[in-house]
């Protein structure tokens, strides 16, 4: 079949690539490469096109705006849509978290994330999960450990970042409690609770194999971390704007975290990002100890503004969880068959297959892609879990056609 690749003479090396495609325009779940070909994207710019590419009223909401104000520097003077996201996110998010910072990425969140914790705790360090993916600055390097391939050659790295352990999906449980207790004894051995301003988890596991956190970890980091006094921080960059069927993945509990961080899905793909705590939390971040040239663009907040319009529409998050049924049914009638699907595992539509090699993942993808035109993308410390992150906005025939893809491409190379 053909496909267009790309040159990429005076690019950096140092992205890695998925595939050599080269594309021009996108629309819903849909990529068209320059040649012409459409491609089902179901890696969804690595979960960031929430309502799909170029959603007619996001699309609106960016021309609307570019031509009233490109920049309008926050430090400078706020400009009229800061202070009606700030709204929005607060009437979307947990009750009590009302009060917001914007920034660019999701590693820039969670910089900002810690930042605050320790402004508002005056503590020095942070306890992380084995297997979490934070960002590429220094700091969020430093807090992710879902790959050496992340960190190696950049030490040295900062200080001050506990890492606990997270269960493993395979071992279905059997694990919980040790790590649960492990997680306990780093206070005791590590890093005093008195000398830890936050505690850092996704609730999701993301790039360390689409992994739920289960609810009883969570449980025991909120208890422990409102004992202390130290913060309880989701970074829901990957998990939030509906991914998991509902607008963050922490509201599958009952459980409120101290800072939210925010990217990926909020704006269809505009880079804006965000973290949301208490006006009272907010309040001990000392003005002017923190900031950024382009925090709270005012593109991006049109972009976020209309793609929230979008995921709170009425029906809209039941439709995430309808398509994320079909999805998780149609792989686990697929493992039914197949033995080397280990595990089906996620919510809403942020769902992992883990097969039983990093090679026949590999295998699979290029099946898919080649034979089907369905493009997936990995995950997980060994790379054998595909993920599926079709966009939010995905239809029913398309679930279809890419689980047909899938059951092909299984039956060609899993033997
Ligand atoms: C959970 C989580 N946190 C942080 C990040 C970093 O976001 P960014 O790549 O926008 O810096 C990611 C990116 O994949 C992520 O999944």
């Known amino acids: 079949m053909a496909r267009y690749r790309a040159d990429v003479s005076h690019l950096a090396p140092v992205w890695f690539s998925v595939t050599d495609l080269e594309v021009v325009s996108g629309h819903g779940s849909w990529v068209i490469t320059t040649d012409g070909t459409e491609y089902l994207d179901f890696t969804c710019g690595i979960a960031v096109t929430s309502t799909g590419h170029c959603h007619p009223k996001v699309v609106a909401a960016i021309q609307q705006q570019a031509e009233r104000f490109i920049h309008a520097q926050v430090n400078v003077y706020r400009h009229n849509l800061l202070e009606p996201l700030g709204a929005k996110l607060a009437s979307i998010t947990p009750p009590g978290i009302d009060t917001f910072f914007f920034a660019n990425s999701g ?117 422990i971390c409102a004992q202390h006094g130290m913060l309880f921080i989701a970074d829901e960059v990957q998990t939030g704007f509906g991914r998991t069927g509902k607008m963050f993945a922490i509201e599958h509990t009952s459980l ?122 990995n995950a997980g410390t060994d790379s054998t879990t595909l993920r599926w992150m079709p966009p939010l906005t995905v239809s029913a025939d398309e679930i279809d056609l890419g689980l047909t893809a899938f059951g092909n491409a299984l039956d060609a190379v899993a033997k």
């Not at 492990?182 to 993301?206: M, Y």
């Open 107 to 223: 590693a820039e969140a969670t910089e900002a994330a810690v930042k605050l914790a320790k402004q508002a705790t005056k503590r020095p360090h942070i306890v992380v999960f084995s297997g979490s993916f934070h960002g590429r600055t220094h700091l969020t390097m430093a807090m992710t450990t879902s790959k050496t391939g992340y960190r190696s050659g950049y030490a040295p790295l900062p200080s001050g970042v506990f890492v606990a352990p997270f269960p493993d999906p395979l071992r279905r449980g059997a694990d919980l409690d040790d790590c649960i207790e492990d997680f306990r004894r780093l206070f005791r051995t590590q890093t005093a609770p008195d000398e830890t301003a936050a505690v850092v988890i996704e609730p999701v596991l993301g790039e360390g194999g689409y992994t739920p956190a289960p609810a009883k970890l969570l449980d025991a980091i909120a208890e």
């Open 256 to 377: 409120v975290p101290d800072i939210i961080v925010m990217a990926k899905g909020i704006a269809s793909g505009f880079p804006i990002s965000a973290i949301g705590a208490s006006a009272e939390l907010m309040a001990q971040w000392p003005t002017g100890s923190h900031g950024g040239t382009y925090g709270g663009n005012p593109i991006g907040c049109a972009a976020a503004l209309a793609t929230i319009d979008v995921l709170t529409e009425p029906g809209f998050l039941d439709g995430v969880v309808e398509r994320g049924a079909q999805l998780m049914d149609g792989l686990r009638a697929l493992q039914a068959k197949h033995p080397r699907i280990l595990d089906v595992r996620g919510l809403g539509l942020m769902v992992g297959t883990q097969l039983d090699d990093a090679a026949l993942v590999a295998a699979v993808q290029e099946h898919c892609r080649r034979e089907s035109r369905l493009l997936l993308m």
